[in-house]
């Protein structure tokens, strides 16, 4: 295995920050879009499997259902962005990707991403250190 | 290529590779599945309430509804006979909980054989037929007329049967139900009655999802299905390709300390051919490492 090379800590917190809002927007786009589904299917379910007695409910859901499938897009965009920044394993893109499809664990998924970018800014070599020089480098860590 | 290659090759990359391309190949169906739901919905769309005739004209007796003659209007003449009804339950029509009368319809084929078509004549609200004991009574719904009827209505595939026929009350108007109640010759769909009958509410349009042209949307869920599994893909490639850089960086890294060393102590020069000064800063910027800014 070759050294790691370094990080940019400027662009990890910008991708960062992108990340963040789109986990949050994601999120909440997903939970809107999990009600809607209770509403169509639940509160106004017809008798066989997915089907629903309520025009209205289906009008709704086929509005939301494309802006959601955008969202998501974007999230994971962001998501990739912030990956290759953060120059991580494939597996790593995927768990990102993950995040985003199951209702409220997008929340988390931003705290945890959040956790490792700090942790790893602090462990892994930056171009920052490069330029403050060795010394203060390994003051910073 | 080549030693990008030989990074591709390695079992960790190898099995990424794997696991894409299965992720791809799930992509792949779903979006197969997004299309033919599309397809679906154009084939439907175009045979809403076409005048095909008499029935004896439309299908003969062992053949399907086909996608494109359902939703076509027939017309069907012959005899009802009230013995052979049932009530179809859990429907729910301009808001009212309805039920659904089903009768067998005596007609003549082309071929001069009699045969059964099942008519859905039309629907009542689900008060009008409920017994004292909560529960569906066929006896209360509506007779049929008696003597030679002719009646019009749309020409319906047969519902999928999850239940059976108990004491004339079924919740699905499906023939391969109706054809062990009723005996056979049937037809294999049935005729959704929209000329009028007494005492019955006409039947509206059967509507499916796939009858309110959600064509497009099933045709962009289609592409954006394919779009997913080529990212996977695309992630799989740009891993291999940093793997690969980043060994590239490392080896001239490791390069250019050894000859930076080996310039500040001429006696231990590895290479004596290659210049110590000016090579390393051309690698410096061929491998992208990070000057200060």
């Known amino acids: 295995m070759p050294a790691p090379r370094p990080l940019d800590e400027v662009q990890v917190r910008t991708s960062f920050a992108r ?34 007695t309520s025009h209205t409910w289906e009008q709704i859901s086929s509005v939301w259902s494309p802006i959601h499938g955008l969202i998501y897009m974007v999230y994971v965009i962001l998501a990739f ?12 893109m995927l768990l990102l990707m993950f995040f985003g499809v199951i209702p409220v664990l997008s929340f988390f998924g931003e705290r945890w991403t959040h956790g490792r970018v700090e942790d790893e800014l602090r462990r892994r070599p930056t171009l920052q250190d490069e330029a403050e020089g060795p010394a203060a480098g390994a003051a910073g860590a | 290529m080549g030693p990008m290659l030989r990074v591709a090759l390695r079992p960790r990359f190898l099995g990424l590779l794997a696991l894409m391309v299965l992720a791809t190949v799930v992509c792949g169906l779903l979006a197969t599945w997004q299309w033919e739901r599309a397809h679906r919905a154009l084939s439907e769309d175009t045979s809403v309430a076409e005048e095909l005739g008499p029935v004896q004209d439309v299908i003969g007796l062992a053949d399907p509804v086909t996608n494109e003659l359902v939703g076509g209007i027939v017309t069907a003449s012959g005899s009802f006979d009230a013995e052979r009804q ?40 689900a008060e009008q037929v409920t017994g004292a004991d909560g529960e569906l009574d066929p006896a209360l719904a509506p007779a049929p007329p008696s003597g030679e009827v002719e009646i019009s209505g749309r020409l ?24 062990n109640a009723w ?59 940093t793997a690969h850089l980043d060994e ?23 290479d004596p051919g290659v210049p110590a000064d000016a090579a390393p800063t051309q690698e410096d910027a061929d491998a992208g490492t990070p000057t200060p800014r």
């Not at chain 2, 009768?103 to 039309?122: D, K, M, N």
């Open chain 1, 19 to 52: 990340f963040r809002v789109a986990s949050i927007v994601e999120g909440i786009a997903l939970l809107v879009l999990v009600c809607i589904m209770v509403m169509r299917y639940v509160v106004f379910g017809g008798d066989a499997w997915l089907t629903s």
């Open chain 2, 183 to 241: 005996g056979d010759p049937m037809y294999a769909g049935y005729v959704a009655q929209t000329s009028a009958a007494e005492g019955l509410s006409p039947m509206p349009v059967a509507e499916s999802a796939f009858q309110r042209g959600l064509d497009w949307q099933n045709i962009g869920y289609a592409a954006q299905w394919i779009v997913f599994g080529v990212f996977f893909l695309y992630l799989w490639g740009r891993t291999v390709r």
């Open chain 2, 156 to 179: 319906e595939a047969s519902e999928a049967a999850t239940d059976g026929i108990f004491e004339g009350v079924a919740s699905e108007i499906a023939t391969p139900l109706l054809v």
């Open chain 1, 81 to 92: 962005d912030l990956w290759l920044k953060m120059r991580w394993g494939l597996p790593r």
């Open chain 2, 86 to 125: 049932i009530l179809v339950g859990g429907r729910h029509i301009d808001g009212t909980d309805a039920v659904i009368v089903v009768t067998a319809l005596e007609v003549t084929t082309s071929e001069g054989e009699q045969a059964i078509l099942p008519v859905a004549r039309g629907w009542v609200p």
């Open chain 2, 248 to 270: 590239l960086a490392a080896q001239r890294e490791e390069l250019e300390r050894s000859l930076a060393s080996a310039g500040e102590h001429p006696d231990q020069r590895p």
